[in-house]
């Protein structure tokens, strides 16, 4: 069983660019959930796609948005980066069909935006 | 989902029992109690969660008290590499999805020492 993957890693970006962040979702799970994660403070969620549409969204704007795919990996589009956009994005996979799912995160992406 | 309240940090020998308390006063009767880790420039780890009775797994113990408002994380014998920040999270299991995001607040970052 894998787990969840994101890539890049690491990933240096100038300001008003655009990034695609990638996330493989875990075997058997359906749902994929990105969270982002500013120095400091603990993860706050973005959105959430489950199906390929979105399913739930936290408070960002919407030149954040995201793809789910039918093998259930994932992307994260941010446009326009601004500095404070400069995180440790997280995905998360889970499986809905159940209560009390558990999450299963990856490593995250670490953006900095200059 | 619920707000939770958790001292920001706790020491703890190595060996010892870590118990992380977390405070859930308003939960509703459809929350969940769930606890993740996150050790430094890793994604959130899943350890434990539940409902109303107490909950043992090959990670930890999760004691939840009779009205729900609060609840323990027990760490049985604590090492190093449980050096990490400790969320409890509260929140509804939905089947469809759109509930299915974590709120996470600051944490406790637990350090085990020698």
């Known amino acids: 069983e894998t787990g969840v993957t994101q890539s890049p890693t690491h990933l240096i970006k100038t300001r008003g660019q655009q990034v695609t962040l990638r996330c493989s979702s875990q075997s058997g799970h359906n749902t994929v959930s990105w969270y982002q994660q500013a120095l400091g403070q603990g993860p706050q969620f973005i959105f959430q796609?489950?199906?390929?549409?979105?399913?739930g969204r936290g408070n960002f704007p919407p030149r954040f948005s995201g793809l789910q795919f039918p093998n259930y990996s994932s992307e994260l589009n941010v446009n326009a980066l601004e500095l404070d956009d400069s995180a440790l994005y997280l995905c998360?996979?889970?499986?809905?069909?159940?209560?009390?799912?558990?999450?299963?995160f990856g490593s995250g992406t670490r953006l900095t935006v200059v | 989902d619920a707000k939770t309240t958790q001292p920001p940090s706790m020491d703890c020998a190595e060996g010892r029992a870590a118990n992380l308390p977390c405070n859930h006063s308003?939960?509703?009767?459809?929350?969940?109690v769930y606890w993740y880790r996150q050790i430094h420039s890793q994604g959130p780890q899943y350890i434990i969660h539940g409902l109303k009775n107490n909950e043992t797994n090959e990670m930890a113990s999760l004691i939840i008290t009779e009205d729900r408002k609060s609840s323990t994380l027990i760490l049985p014998h604590a090492t190093l590499r449980d050096t990490a920040v400790y969320y409890c999270i509260v929140r509804v299991a939905s089947l469809t999805g759109g509930g299915n995001k974590l709120t996470f607040g600051t944490g406790t970052q637990l350090k085990v020492e020698l």
């Open positions: 796609y489950y199906r390929e549409e979105e399913n």
């Open positions: 308003t939960i509703s009767g459809n929350e969940y």
């Open positions: 998360a996979s889970s499986f809905i069909g159940g209560q009390g799912s558990g999450y299963t």
